[in-house]
């Protein structure tokens, strides 16, 4: 049965550290976040006070980078912005319907693990889908599609909210795309989601009109209009 509450949404860094991830997770008081080199995402609570944010500089160390994804609080002045990026959360509405894709693609999907890094890191360096780091893949699936060996298209599972889980890292190689690659790893990592009763959302920039549109024929729907910010800590 599909999860109907979508409110773990609301804030899926915390929802993800303090549950599926917390063996990723690095905390101090209320602050938290993910090892070095799985991600950068950093959250402190709704609404937090001074200590939660001299938590959050004590985890990262002083002048160090605080991813705080989409989270809408305010760090203190001295805390320097980094980034702000317009972006929505899609989720799909259709819960536990696999979409076929359209597209052809006449390769198979593999699994994605330690051993593929290297590949995944430099496709994720030419086609830039968001952040990714060595340990990335440890958040959850990833699945490639590889043509005469060479990986050319991945997508992975990144924040795992309670009855959720994130697509992400969603790319393919230049001279790859067109062929359908990308929807046929979203849709399947999607119905495999749903195939264990977790539904998908996925993350975008407002600007990438390409990849909204890929995601809107496979069902995705926007839950929420959502600014991604980072800091430097004091
Ligand atoms: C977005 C991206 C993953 C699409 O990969 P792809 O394998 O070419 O995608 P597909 O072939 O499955 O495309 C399916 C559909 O998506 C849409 N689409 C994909 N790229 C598009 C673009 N640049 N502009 C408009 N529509 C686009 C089209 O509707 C396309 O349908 P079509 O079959 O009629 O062409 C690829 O362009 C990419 O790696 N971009 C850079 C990284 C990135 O932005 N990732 C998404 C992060 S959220």
Not at 87 to 93: A, D, H
């Amino acid at each position: 049965m599909a999860n109907d509450d979508d409110t773990v949404l609301d804030d899926p860094v915390a929802q993800s550290l303090g549950g599926r991830h917390a063996r990723l997770a690095r905390r101090l008081g209320r602050a938290a976040t993910y090892l070095t080199g799985v991600a950068t995402f950093s959250c402190v609570p709704a609404d937090p006070g001074t200590e939660d944010w001299a938590d959050l500089a004590g985890l990262l160390g002083p002048d160090a980078f605080a991813d705080m994804f989409s989270s809408p609080a305010v760090p203190p002045p001295a805390w320097k912005p980094v980034f702000r990026l317009d972006g929505r959360q899609l989720i799909r509405p259709g819960g536990g319907r696999p979409v076929r894709p359209r597209g052809a693609s006449d390769t198979g999907v593999v699994e994605l693990g330690a051993q593929d890094v290297p590949e995944m890191l430099d496709l994720v360096a030419r086609t830039e889908p968001g952040p990714f780091w060595p340990r990335t893949h440890e958040l959850g699936t990833y699945l490639g599609v590889r043509v005469r060996g060479t990986l050319v298209a991945m997508a992975g599972e990144r924040l795992r909210p309670p009855g959720w889980a994130e697509i992400s890292a969603v790319c393919t190689a230049p001279e790859a795309r067109g062929r359908g690659h990308a929807a046929l790893l979203v849709s399947t990592l999607a119905a495999r989601v749903e195939a264990r009763g977790e539904r998908p959302f996925l993350h975008v920039a407002e600007s990438n009109t390409g990849a909204i549109a890929l995601y809107e024929r496979l069902g995705f729907r926007t839950r929420r209009q959502v600014t991604f910010q980072g800091f430097r800590t004091p």
